[in-house]
């Protein structure tokens, strides 16, 4: 009998091992808990606004190669809209100033020598305080390596600090910023692209890869929710899914691509990052389709991205716990008096939804660092994958998509060395 692969879990992080495996040609079977695919990364009709929207929106740059290279196994890279050259709008709403960072070619920033092309209000030398992050020891949060009383702190550091790591510059881990600025900006503008899924994020990243897993003859098995794993002299032996159990041949192989707390439940003795971050969105249907996909950032206010797709306007707020304790009335009209100032518009509250969700990501705080397991287990035939493994990236659809393509490429080593 060929030696399976069970992946547990059908977030990004299980389906890019699925995906890596299969396109292997490799037997592999995909089990979910929930009803759907795409975990934390997904869209849905919702019946609020009668229009398919995403859980919360999802930005990738063209630099994200481990993504560039799933969407690219899955078929799905036509799907996303993307801005070239590169331009990232904002918008302070304390000052009602806009500009627009235009990065240019080439790992050298010679962009920044002109006054123009620089954020309103900052100076050349500042930027060279990214070098601190460079620099930034593990115990190091953001606002201890740069200049926090600065114009260029609150309209750029703090902003992509708090986006990127879904944490408060204060306890976020500052050299956990490094390998994406390195990965976009350090390459020049063709890195920086902004990406966004035309229509939602299952028709980019998660439908597709079901339909490739359909044709290799791959199953998935949703409302399967794992319960425990039956673990005999390092190895599993068995699966349980409630009243069904999978026995676990010779030879096979389970990547578990769960949440942090699920893993933890599970596997005995896996220490695993503490605490998570909340990200708020709210939709708002429009009463006309801008007829452009678009985004904006904010600083100065409570939103903090605002993406535009037809006649739905998204507003994302991260490391947003206090937030998210407030009513989603309340949200909605906080938020939408920023969007309709944003775009010109008036009058009052349209069709909207508040999306909360609670546990986005883990706390990206030093401490969690060293929390972070690699995908080799304790157990010989068990792999781990999730943006909270030690991808040395943050918690995002690059990190997750990273570790689940490694996890993968463990199972394939493995099985060629037996
Ligand atoms: C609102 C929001 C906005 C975001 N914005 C961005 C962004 O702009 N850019 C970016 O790069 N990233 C963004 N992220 C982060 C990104 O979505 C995640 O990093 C990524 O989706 C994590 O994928 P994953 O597979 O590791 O985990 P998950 O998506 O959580 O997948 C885990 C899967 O396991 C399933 N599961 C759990 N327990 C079990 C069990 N016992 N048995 C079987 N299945 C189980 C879950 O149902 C889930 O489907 C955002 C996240 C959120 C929530």
Known sequence: MAPHTHVIGAGLAGLSAA???????????????AGHAGGRCRSYHDSALDRLIDNGNHLVLSGNRHIFAYLNEIGSTHTL????????????????TRWTVRPGPGAIPWWLLSPARRIPGTRFGEYLQVLRLARAGNDATVDQCLDTDSTLYRRFWEPLAVSVLNTQAHEGAAWLLWPILR????????????????????ETFVDPALALLGKKGCSVWFNHRLRSMEISKQRITGLSFGGERVGIHPGDNIILAVPPSAAAGMVPGLAVPAG?????NAHFRLEKSRNDLAFLGFVGGASQWLFTRRDVASVTVSAADGLAEESADFIARTLWSEVARALDLGGDLPLHRVVKEKRATFAQTPANMSLRPQAQTGVSNLFLAGDWTDTGLPATLEGAVKSGRKAGGCVLSKLLDT
Do not use: N
């Open 183 to 202: 990965q976009t900006f350090g390459r020049g503008e063709a890195a920086c692209r902004p990406c966004l899924a035309r229509v939602g994020l299952s």
């Open 81 to 96: 809209a993307v801005t070239a050259p590169a331009a990232f709008p904002f918008l302070d709403l304390q000052t009602a």
């Open 276 to 280: 998570s971050r909340a990200i708020v």
């Open 19 to 33: 995906v890596r495996l299969a396109g292997e040609g490799r037997e592999v079977t995909v089990y979910e808990a």
